[in-house]
Nanobody, 124 residues
Framework: QAQLMESGGGLVQPGGSLRLSCAAS????????IGWFRQAPGKEREAVSC????????HYPDSVKGRFAISRDNRKNTVYLQMNSLKPEDTAVYYC?????????????????WGQGTQVTVSS
């Protein structure tokens, strides 16, 4: 059974960094597209970043470009989201998900397997 599990969230001060992990089981992550999403209280789920097997990576909100980076370790079957220069508005539950598409999409409806989420809180 295909599963994803996020880890690495926590409480960090503004300007700090966190690295989120998305570990896959039941399938080989190298050959699929993985997206990172986040959802803040009272807000809709938002696409943050994505990496595909064929078309590289992409970051969606302008607010994270230059601060977030997505990468994949095929040996560990894990995708990472490195988040630097964190801001209070980055506070949210972060989810990773996979889609059958070979290219990235910011549309959460095309992702069929989701992790349980990891809380990121940026506060002083």
């Amino acid at each position: 059974q295909a599963q994803l599990m996020e880890s690495g969230g926590g409480l960090v001060q503004p300007g700090g960094s966190l690295r989120l992990s998305c570990a896959a089981s039941g399938f080989v992550l190298e050959y699929v597209t993985i997206g990172w999403f986040r959802q803040a209280p009272g807000k809709e789920r938002e696409a943050v970043s994505c990496i595909s097997s064929r078309h590289g990576s992409i970051h969606y909100p302008d607010s994270v470009k230059g601060r977030f980076a997505i990468s994949r370790d095929n040996r560990k079957n894990t995708v990472y989201l490195q988040m630097n220069s964190l801001k209070p508005e980055d506070t949210a539950v972060y989810y990773c998900a996979t889609t059958s598409q070979y290219f990235c999409s910011g549309n959460s409806n095309v992702y069929h397997t989701w992790g349980q989420g990891t809380q990121v809180t940026v506060s002083s």
